[in-house]
């Protein structure tokens, strides 16, 4: 689903707080509130929900903080107020319902990563050669569209994004 | 004595009239869903889960008939199990249909591929292909003419909704409560049998004993 988020770069934010050469690492928070957040009262997941980004990757100006879609202000299901967009990676890298962003020397230890480290890296990154272990990513259904069509390599946005990970093996570092 | 024969059938037609009729609610509902974009954001997503579902929950539901006989003497489910089972089947290939088209657009070496190398669509297919034979052989025509194999050949209907099961696990992200409840029916329905069977073997009483009643419901024909 190709979606006209709204929002600004959240290097824009990032730059505001001077992050030093020990800032490696973004690590972000989604609220914890089983009250409001019915699925947070089963531990399908370790909650806080958590995510991050490598720092360059913070920075690239393609990662976006929403706080609207379609010209319209975030609906609570989509992670209102502020939510994560990183557009090459796949959907749970972009966290919603932010309440915490840290900058941290270590790679953070992300939600569905920690459930799952076969299934789920770090990076995350939109890649049709590399499956996951129980299904293939080589092909998706766009929301709205009857058949599947061929995953693109970053999502299509191979050009703006792969030098951050150049010389990189992407199946070790998935 | 006739008249009461009578009644009986008639009530088991009705019966039967009225659990085909339940067994289409699902494809109703799907249907009705696709026309009025009632299926949700993902809709293909809702028509292969739920034509999914319903196949697993008809298997459980003709395991469920020897359980409501032995326990609440009730025969007249025995009329409909070949029913339910038919219309498990019908589910499963409209789901396998729906994965082949709406997944795969019938590329049969993708599909090939899915089946070798995902454990998921390996046991879906091959709970699938042993329904084949079932659904082949459940005419009275087959009963007869296997006599004592059919019985043996028909006892895949234990094995059929577990690979179901495992199927439904191994294709969940990480939240495993809806399969494992189907897990856990299951479980029970399986368990109960193999308690029969010890009971009767430490009385020495054949199992049938258990039964009830047997009203002329239950007769086969």
Redo the contacts between chains.
């Keep these: 689903m190709v979606i006209p988020w709204v929002g600004f770069p959240l290097a824009d934010l990032l730059k505001r707080f001077q992050p030093t050469s020990r800032a490696k690492y973004v690590k972000f928070v989604t609220l914890y509130d089983p009250e409001q957040m019915p699925g947070q009262r089963?531990p399908?997941?370790k909650w806080p929900y958590v995510e991050g980004l490598r720092m360059d990757e913070a920075m690239h100006p393609l990662t976006l903080l929403a706080v609207g879609l379609y010209g319209k202000v975030l609906p609570n299901q989509n992670g209102a107020p502020l939510r994560l967009v990183v557009p090459w990676k796949y959907g749970f890298k972009s966290i919603k319902s932010i309440v915490a962003i840290r900058l941290q020397e270590e790679q953070p230890m992300t939600a569905?990563h920690r459930?799952?480290p076969r299934e789920y890296g770090f990076y995350s990154n939109v890649n049709p050669h590399v499956d996951h272990p129980?299904?293939?990513q080589a092909r998706e259904?766009r929301?709205g569209e009857?058949?599947?069509r061929p995953t693109q390599m970053f999502n299509g946005y191979g050009d703006q994004v792969a030098h951050l990970y150049a010389g990189m093996d992407l199946k070790k570092y998935f | 004595m006739r008249g009461y024969s009578v009644a009986a059938s008639a009530s088991r037609k009705m019966i039967k009239a009225v659990v085909f009729l339940a067994c289409l609610i699902p494809l109703g509902m799907l249907t009705y869903g696709l026309l009025t974009n009632g299926l949700g954001?993902?809709p293909?997503k809702a028509i292969i889960h739920g034509t999914g579902v319903w196949t697993l929950r008809l298997l459980l539901l003709t395991l469920l008939v020897t359980p409501l006989r032995r326990i609440f003497g009730w025969a007249w489910p025995i009329a409909v199990r070949r029913m339910l089972g038919l219309f498990a089947f019908f589910y499963a290939l409209l789901h396998l249909f729906t994965y082949l088209l709406?997944?795969q657009?019938f590329d049969w070496q993708a599909v090939v591929?899915?089946v070798v190398?995902?454990?998921?669509i390996t046991a879906g297919m091959l709970a699938f292909t042993l329904m084949v034979p079932l659904a082949a052989t459940s005419t009275n025509a087959m009963v007869r003419r296997l006599g004592r194999n059919w019985k043996r050949l028909h006892r895949l209907a234990y094995v059929i909704p577990a690979l179901g099961v495992l199927h439904y696990y191994?294709?969940v992200k990480?939240?495993v409560?809806a399969p494992l409840a189907y897990g856990a029916v299951l479980a029970m329905l399986l368990g109960l049998r193999l308690w029969w069977r010890y009971r009767s073997r430490v009385s020495g009483r054949p199992a049938a004993v258990g039964a009830r009643v047997v009203m002329p419901a239950a007769r086969r024909g």
């Design positions: 089963w399908v997941l569905w459930a799952a129980r299904w293939s259904r929301i009857w058949f599947k | 954001a993902n293909v709406l997944d657009s591929h899915d190398k995902r454990p998921f191994w294709l990480a939240d409560r």
